[in-house]
């Protein structure tokens, strides 16, 4: 670490010497005591703007500070612009999809409509038919027992004479036309 007596200091500062020690004594300038002597660090002389160009490198550094400060704000606002885009595209990309989804379940929906159409139609045949068969098959039973009627009025015709035959025909016709 670089120090100054305040003599050496206030012939580098162009200053007195009186007026770096009041400037000591009311600690606006810090000062380092070795034996018995009071040193001027030579950091101290340039954060208090005493040194000759000492404001201009004050300056220079500040300038280098904030241009740095300015390029990170510039990398940020770039950064967050391609952030934006990419989230711009993402939401795009997003709604594409939504749309797809919609028209893909819209369209379902259509299918389903008509396929439970269809099947309603189906069930209405499938119960005429069913009426259909119920009628064909009460029609097979009538037939079934007119048959057995005649086969056993066949064989009563044979055990009977030709009297009792004329009797039963008539009997039958009288029940057929009752019916």
């Avoid at 000591?24 to 040193?39: I, K, P």
């Avoid at 990419?86 to 594409?96: D, K, S, T």
């Avoid at 389903?112 to 038919?129: L, N, S």
């Amino acid at each position: 670490m670089l120090t100054y007596t305040l003599r050496e200091a206030a012939d580098l500062c162009n200053t007195t010497v009186k007026a770096l020690r009041n400037r000591a004594d009311r600690g606006s300038l810090q000062t380092v005591l070795r034996d018995g002597e009071r040193l001027v660090p030579h950091a101290e002389l340039e954060r208090a703007g005493l040194l000759p160009d000492a404001e201009l490198k004050d300056l220079r550094r500040r300038v280098e500070l904030l241009t740095d400060e300015l390029a990170t704000y510039r990398q940020l606002v770039v950064s967050t612009e391609r952030q934006a885009e990419a989230e711009r595209e993402a939401r795009e990309q997003l709604e594409v999809a939504l749309f797809e989804r919609q028209a893909v379940a819209t369209q379902a929906e259509a299918t389903a409509a008509a396929a439970a159409a269809a099947a309603a139609q189906a069930e209405e045949k499938a119960a005429e038919a069913v009426g259909a068969a119920a009628q064909a098959e009460q029609k097979a039973a009538d037939l079934v027992a007119t048959g057995d009627e005649l086969r056993a009025l066949e064989a009563d015709l044979r055990a009977a004479g030709p009297i009792k035959a004329w009797k039963l025909a008539r009997t039958r016709r009288k029940a057929a036309d009752a019916a």
